[in-house]
Nanobody
Framework: QVQLVESGGGWVQAGGSLRLSCAAS????????MGWYRQAPGKQREWVAA???????DHAHSVKGRFTISRDSAKNTVYLQMNSLKPEDTAVYYC??????????WGQGTQVTVSS
């Protein structure tokens, strides 16, 4: 099992920045990728960004150039730096960990609210 705890959400005005953190614990050696998803009210959960265990990153088109995923392996923590935030970025952001067997682990989510 893998446990994920997110932090760093909050309220910010449009154009502002936030950094989300996701601390992983448990059987972290089974993880081959981690990422961020988000879910806005009334919408399906959507993928935002991912980072592999060798450091390869990828970002959704809607956030490319504004959001950056990174990790600190020594701290077993993944980050999502969010700049130039827009009201449409408002959502609950979830941390995800994936293992080679196809198991997905989720954090409890952290709310991000961007006001216009």
């Amino acid at each position: 099992q893998v446990q994920l705890v997110e932090s760093g959400g909050g309220w910010v005005q449009a154009g502002g920045s936030l950094r989300l953190s996701c601390a992983a614990s448990g059987n972290i050696f089974s993880i081959n990728a981690m990422g961020w998803y988000r879910q806005a009210p009334g919408k399906q959960r959507e993928w935002v960004a991912a980072i592999s265990n060798v450091g390869r990153t990828d970002h959704a088109h809607s956030v490319k150039g504004r959001f950056t995923i990174s990790r600190d392996s020594a701290k077993n923590t993944v980050y999502l730096q969010m700049n130039s935030l827009k009201p449409e970025d408002t959502a609950v952001y979830y941390c995800n960990a994936h293992d080679p067997l196809g198991h997905d682990f989720w954090g409890q989510g952290t709310q991000v609210t961007v006001s216009s």
